[in-house]
């Protein structure tokens, strides 16, 4: 009976569970549909009482008009050329921080760890203000080597904590049977630790380049020529661009925005599930 009473007393706990994840679900992905619903409605639709919840006569050519008639294919690369460099970077530094913290024992190992999440805590929007003075005194506004400085900042603490994680998961036997067969460091960490840990290095570039995309405020202050905006500062000034760009414009923009990183990861989601189990091995 209490056996039969402690498995009801599961099922239970399962429903609600399931039952939370599909309400989280669904308050995040509601917002992505409807502005995906707005795209293809004509602007009567847009307008409609009650609300119109999906087209019933899709206007797919609205995203044909904002890839011909908006910069925002411009926007796009700009975007990628500032991920690509912010991941490149950001990988090549931490990579070789979380090998050090994950493989060496050095005096003060754990006060620089604990400093590495300080830094974490602190949001590039707070020192927004004072990188733009600073970076004014420099001569370096409109750079997008100024830019993808403070994204690599701001996101590599993260990302040696992550990366030094999954090194801890690779045992270090492989390190010892490596330098016995005449490895170097260097030549231990490329041969033989990359290769093993690519699920959580490609995950930390993806978590990474993701970061990137989305980020505002930064590119918004340190950049005032509108022809080297990435995608998510171009979109708010969208508008501008063209005389007959309204609202439904703007959202097959926006889906045009975040439709490579909803592509990344679903290109790349095994990468990151198996970092993340592997991670959650460790003890």
Not at 26 to 36: E, S, T
Not at 43 to 58: C, G
């Amino acid at each position: 009976m209490a056996k039969r009473s402690r498995v009801r007393r599961r099922r239970w706990s399962d429903a609600a569970l399931y039952l939370a994840f599909a309400f989280i679900t669904l308050f995040f992905v509601f917002p992505v549909f409807w502005v995906f619903s707005m795209s293809l409605k004509s602007v009567p639709e847009l307008f409609a009482t009650p609300p119109i919840w999906f087209s019933t006569d899709p206007q797919w050519e609205n995203y044909a008009f904002v890839l011909r008639n908006t910069p925002i294919t411009g926007y796009l690369l700009n975007s990628a050329i500032i991920v690509f460099f912010t991941v490149l970077l950001t990988l090549a530094v931490a990579v070789c921080a979380a090998y050090g913290f994950s493989r060496f024992r050095f005096h003060f190992k754990k006060p620089s760890l604990m400093a590495i999440l300080v830094f974490q805590m602190i949001s590039p929007v707070v020192i927004a203000i004072p990188l733009y003075r600073f970076f004014v005194g420099l001569g370096l506004l409109n750079n997008y080597a100024s830019l993808i400085t403070v994204y690599v900042a701001a996101f590599l603490p993260f990302t040696v904590w992550f990366l030094k994680g999954y090194f801890d998961t690779i045992p270090y036997e492989l390190d010892e049977a490596a330098i016995v067969d005449g490895c170097t460091r260097m030549q231990l960490l490329w041969r033989v630790l990359l290769p093993v840990s690519l699920p959580g290095i490609v995950s930390a570039g993806i978590l990474v380049g993701v970061l990137s995309w989305s980020q505002f405020v930064i590119p918004f202050i340190l950049l005032d020529d509108r022809d080297l905006y990435p995608v998510s500062v171009g979109l708010v000034n969208l508008r501008d661009s063209a005389d007959a760009v309204t609202l439904h414009y703007l959202s097959a923009a926006s889906i045009i925005a975040i439709a490579p990183v909803i592509a990344v990861f679903v290109l790349m989601q095994r990468y990151i599930v198996s970092a993340l189990t592997a991670g959650a091995v460790k003890g």
